[in-house]
């Protein structure tokens, strides 16, 4: 039967054209599923990346493992036996300081984050380290 016939006798019959044509997209829709051989792994979300440095890698360092971790620190001062050092990262400021531990070896003592500009919040430091 030609689709002119078809329309012709819904015409007829007194029936819309509306319930024929929605019908008819449903069958479209019903055609147009998914490949067999679409892989499934395109379906499922990239799994997060590994974060780039972490608290416990950082809390505790010799200056020259922090420096070889987070590069040369874009300010350095010393306060009496500490030493603050502000390293930037790319989504925000790390603030490190430092002190002598028991044996007398300088050590990060206190590690915080802060924004890179003073109109953004403060940042999470977690997510500070993760992001790098």
């Known amino acids: 039967m030609k ?15 509306t319930p024929v044509m929605l019908a008819a997209l449903v069958l479209l829709a019903a055609c147009s599923s998914i490949k067999p051989d679409t892989p499934l ?34 300010l350095t001062r010393r306060e009496g036996e ?24 300088v050590r990060a003592a206190h590690v915080d984050a802060a924004a890179l500009t003073s109109d953004e919040e403060k940042p999470n430091l977690e997510a500070c380290l993760a992001a790098g």
């Open 3 to 17: 689709m002119s016939q078809t329309a012709a006798q819904y015409r007829k019959s007194g029936l819309s054209r």
């Open 41 to 74: 792994s395109a379906a499922r979300p990239a799994a997060p990346s590994a974060p780039v440095f972490q608290l416990d890698e950082i809390l505790g360092a010799a200056p020259a493992t922090l420096d070889d971790r987070l590069g040369a620190p874009a």
């Open 82 to 105: 500490g030493e603050f050092r502000r390293y930037s990262l790319s989504t925000c400021t790390l603030i490190v300081i430092l002190y002598p531990d028991d044996m007398g070896a």
